[in-house]
């Protein structure tokens, strides 16, 4: 059905191909998009047009996108076009699954106030057991851990959702009181933390909802007739689980239109496919395939860098960005003596872009790895150029701002988690003798901490605390935080239970700025959310937001990683520390892993709107070899670029000779180097024996030989033979 839609000032903002992606409502569509080719802007559209001209209800449609952020704006925009205050099921795959979950989780026996867990709850139960069975770091380091989990949860158990949702917490905890290995002690103390708190973590959630579907043919039914549109953004980079969610939920009314950048996949490291968009017509026979190669972002010379770039992939549909945009400046390179020289030059340019008028908040510094933004800091620091860094410690995890949160958690949810965490912030005496105190008593009555202490405050080991006002806090809110905004009851938590207060006393002012910006961006949530925002519900989604979406950048020059860019775009992009071996990183093993980390670059490069800067320095490798530039940068015709100053004599000549020599060593992929676990192989000296584990991050696997008592590590260049 492509109803006549020549009307509307919506449509008409839109070029051809964007009017055919918005108009084709039904069966299954893809959209195959360059960067900056308005995929966003088309499918807010589209959402409108469902709504506005065909007259389809809001909550009858799902809108998939990559990140929180993306979700807000796109609910932002879908607000302002369709003036509806129900902007239906916009969110990703995760925060879909909380909505559903917090309608159907009585089928897996959980209750609707579910915790959805974070990194920040990952590390206290990982803290809790490593305390209660004498673990250390030296064992394995938190984020180690965090990884070993994700890895048994995607790969090795992946039916381990099965004894979180039958077994009973007693049998559980028998699992993780019966474990040896480190790894087992980990993941069953962890699974048994998780199910005694009714907490579940972002697998978990798509794992859960899959189950219900699976099992509930009724709840399946339900969600499948509900949502008659279903749209998906940045499809390149969606995941085998994400797939399977939505082959269930578009298997009713068959209408499914995804939308993305082949070019643009920069998780495959993370399990996304991008197989699934280019094989789509192949699964989906009748799809409709619309093209927009149309930018409306880039200036033409930003563009043909980044055209030209990403010729150079050779595992890809040759397709090229077209400009809209009238010429810019040129894209400029800057080739600095050392590190700090290279920082102080893009100071002086920012300072420079500055007096000329441009906003420190128009321009971002793009990166591989974090690393890199060190010698910049300190310059930045020393020139006074104000800037925030998007990560690092991520404003989600931040003490307060957790804090805050798990003061609002003990309101609804009383768990132990929460309340380890602030029974004693501020101050109340609660020291460890009394959690000790406590934690017995719970174990004793198979009750949580805040129970024990409701049970017990007035007992003689509270002498001299403010145990009994605690317990007043959280019931006078407990009781009567029922319809009042999240906003407000935040502020009066905050102040009522002296938090701010003790921060002011420290003299956090940082903190104190940060609680702020919490409250507001509780504020712009319930006024944005549509729905109906119950604490619960905002406590539901706010473990799924990360770092980038919040923060305010007013007057700042922005630092991050090009992951964190993605979808992103700003007037003026430094790409800085171009070099071989920090971009292309030094853990890229394969050709296709080195395209890959080509797509992550031309993702960089296409930021960018008006300048571009790429930059980098003269500088070592650790075992002392000289670092080149990167290929990323030769990889661009030399007459799209302009070079501040000519490369030393050699240089470029000296660097293509050295990535040529690495490109030979380079094998396809994975699959001809990495053996998964269990495999037999033979070693040419210490011969015979089976792949226990894949160290990835050292590039090596584990492997017993038959030989010998103790298992070897042995790098992933070695070549072995398959048995
Ligand atoms: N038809 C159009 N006319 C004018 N400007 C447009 C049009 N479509 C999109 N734009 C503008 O082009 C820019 C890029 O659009 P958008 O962010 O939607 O691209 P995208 O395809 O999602 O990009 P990417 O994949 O690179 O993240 C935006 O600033 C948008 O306002």
Not at 146 to 152: A, F, G, Q, S, T
């Amino acid at each position: 059905m492509t109803p006549d839609i020549e009307y509307g000032n919506l449509i008409q903002k839109l070029n051809t191909a964007q009017r055919e992606a918005v108009s084709t409502t039904e069966g299954f569509v893809r959209v195959i998009a360059g960067a900056g080719s308005g995929k966003t802007r088309a499918l807010s559209c589209r959402f409108a047009f469902l709504v506005n001209e065909l007259g389809i209800l809001p909550g009858n449609i799902l809108c998939v996108t990559f990140t929180n952020k993306a979700a807000n704006e796109m609910r932002q925009r879908i607000h302002n076009l369709t003036g509806d205050n129900d902007t239906g099921y916009v969110n990703t795959f995760h925060g879909f699954c909380v909505s559903v979950l917090q309608e159907d989780s009585f089928a897996v026996q959980y209750p609707k106030s579910f915790l959805v867990l974070d990194n920040a709850d990952v590390d206290a139960m990982l803290q809790i057991i490593y305390e209660e069975r004498g673990l250390t770091l030296r064992n394995m380091t938190f984020s180690m851990a965090r990884d070993r989990i994700e890895i048994l949860k995607l790969f090795k158990r992946p039916d381990y959702y099965r004894d979180m949702i039958a077994l009973p917490l007693e049998a559980l905890k028998e699992k993780y009181d019966n474990a040896v290995t480190v790894e087992d002690i980990i993941f069953y103390g962890y699974l048994y933390q998780e199910k005694k708190c009714f907490g579940l973590d972002y697998n978990d959630l798509i794992k859960f909802t899959l189950y219900i579907f699976k099992e509930r043919e009724e709840i399946r039914l339900k969600w499948q007739q509900r949502l008659e549109y279903i749209m998906i953004d940045e499809f390149q980079d969606i995941d085998y689980l994400q797939y399977e969610l939505m082959e269930v939920l578009c298997a009713w009314h068959k209408n499914l239109f995804v939308v993305g950048d082949p070019d643009q996949t920069i998780y495959t490291w993370r399990g996304a496919d991008g197989s699934y968009l280019l094989d789509f017509d192949k699964k989906f026979p009748g799809t409709k395939t619309v093209m927009m190669m149309e930018n409306y972002r880039s200036t033409p010379q930003i563009l043909a860098a980044a055209n030209s770039l990403i010729a150079k992939n050779t595992k890809r549909i040759p397709k090229e960005l077209l400009p809209m945009l009238p010429d810019g400046g040129p894209v400029v390179c800057h080739f600095a003596d050392r590190q700090d020289a290279e920082a102080k030059w893009i100071s002086e340019e920012i300072k420079r872009l500055h007096e000329a008028g441009m906003p420190y908040s128009e321009i971002t510094l793009l990166y591989r790895a974090h690393y890199v933004t060190r010698a910049i800091e300190q310059v930045f620091l020393q020139e006074k150029i104000p800037y925030t860094i998007y990560s690092g410690v991520q404003f989600y995890d931040r003490m307060e701002i957790k804090d805050a949160l798990c003061y609002l958690r003990m309101i609804v949810y009383k768990d132990d988690l929460s309340f380890r965490r602030i029974v004693n912030a501020p101050k109340r005496n609660m020291g460890k003798r009394r959690m000790e105190f406590l934690q017995d008593y719970a174990e004793q009555h198979s009750c949580t901490l805040y129970q024990a202490l409701q049970a017990t405050w007035e007992d003689p080991v509270f002498k001299g605390t403010k145990a009994g006002q605690f317990v007043a806090l959280v019931e006078r809110f407990a009781g009567g935080q029922a319809g009042r905004p999240v906003s407000e009851v935040l502020a009066d938590i905050l102040n009522e239970s002296g938090y701010e207060k003790m921060l002011r006393t420290e003299g956090s002012q940082e903190r104190l700025d940060n609680l702020a910006e919490l409250k507001q961006s509780v504020y712009e949530y319930e006024t944005t959310c549509g729905e109906e925002c119950t604490l619960e519900h905002y406590l539901s989604h706010v473990a799924l937001f990360t770092n980038t979406d919040s923060l305010d950048s007013k007057g700042k020059v922005k630092l991050m990683t090009v992951h964190a860019a993605k979808g992103l775009e700003f007037p003026c992009v430094f790409l800085c520390g171009m070099n071989e071996g920090i971009f292309p990183s030094r853990k890229v093993r394969t050709l296709e892993a080195m395209e890959e980390e080509r797509r992550l670059a031309f993702v960089a490069a296409t930021r960018a709107e008006n300048r571009l800067y790429l930059t980098r320095a003269e500088s070592r490798n650790f075992d002392g070899s000289p670092q080149y530039p990167s290929r990323f940068i030769l990889d661009i015709d030399r007459q799209l670029i302009q070079f501040t100053k000519e490369p030393r004599e050699g240089l470029i000549k000296e660097a293509e000779d050295y990535i040529e020599l690495s490109r030979k060593y380079l094998p396809d992929s994975e699959s001809d180097i990495v053996f998964p676990v269990g495999q037999r192989i033979r070693h040419a000296v210490f011969g015979a024996g089976t792949v226990t584990d894949v160290d990835r991050d050292r590039g090596a696997h584990v492997i017993q030989f038959d030989s010998m008592d103790t298992p070897r590590r042995i790098s992933f260049r070695v070549k072995m033979e398959r048995i």
